[in-house]
């Protein structure tokens, strides 16, 4: 079965430091979503990518935060200068179609920021 | 962001019984429902969803009840098994606003053999 994947599974920086974490969406899916987990904390939507360029984002996804399909198959999200709050569970998704049913996770990375 | 709301944080049921897991939302611009299971390591796998035009869809052991009324979805699994242990999120989102899932908390089930 077609699946979302996610590298690196762990990443640890240091405050400040950019970080890019990468997702291999379904092949032919359209849309792509960046969600995240602080540790005992809700999923919050990040943002949604559609046609190259962001559909939504929410109050979260503010200029520290970037995304990008750099290719046809790659989706990353960078953080250009980490924060301790930013450590998190970071899930990529994708759909064949905008209706959310459709959302299938990948394993997610879990960013550390020291 | 307390939009959508699973009051429980944990949930024990024997093998073989009915596991009920409870969800709240406020916002009554919600138009699409939906559970994940999460087990450890990985990430949330969609399992059943509901529009609001229905209340209620099921789809083998799981059967997911909407009462919008009271602004409350619940999800049956019956009959348990010990590999539905696992941590389930209730999801919503409004169709006609893009696709942006807000999550309940999530609620831990076991079952016990």
């Known amino acids: 079965e077609p699946e979302v994947t996610q590298t690196p599974s762990h990443q640890v920086t240091q405050m400040g430091q950019e970080v890019i974490l990468r997702c291999v969406p379904i092949s032919n899916h359209l849309y792509f979503y960046w969600y995240r987990q602080i540790l005992g904390q809700k999923v919050e939507f990040l943002v949604s990518f559609y046609n190259n360029e962001i559909s939504e984002k929410s109050e979260i996804f503010d200029d520290q935060f970037s995304v990008e399909r750099p290719d046809g198959s790659n989706f990353t999200l960078k953080i250009r200068s980490t924060k301790l709050e930013d450590s998190a569970m970071y899930f990529c998704?994708?759909?064949?179609?905008?209706?959310?049913?459709?959302?299938?996770f990948g394993p997610g990375t879990r960013l550390t920021v020291t | 962001d307390q939009q959508v709301k699973q009051n429980s944080p944990s949930l024990s049921v024997q093998e073989g019984r009915i596991s009920i897991l409870n969800c709240d939302y406020t916002?009554?611009?919600?138009?699409?429902f939906l559970w994940y299971k999460k087990y450890p390591a990985e990430g949330p796998t969609f399992l059943i969803s509901?529009?609001?035009?229905?209340d209620k869809n099921e789809d083998g052991r799981f059967t997911v009840f909407l009462n919008k009324s009271a602004k409350h979805l619940s999800l049956h699994i019956v009959p348990s098994q010990p590999g539905d242990s696992a941590v389930y999120f209730c999801a919503a989102s409004v169709m006609t606003s893009g696709s942006r899932l807000t999550f309940g908390e999530g609620t831990q089930l076991t079952v016990n053999p």
């Open positions: 998704a994708s759909s064949e179609l905008a209706t959310s049913r459709w959302q299938y």
């Open positions: 916002n009554s611009m919600f138009d699409y």
């Open positions: 509901i529009s609001s035009i229905k």
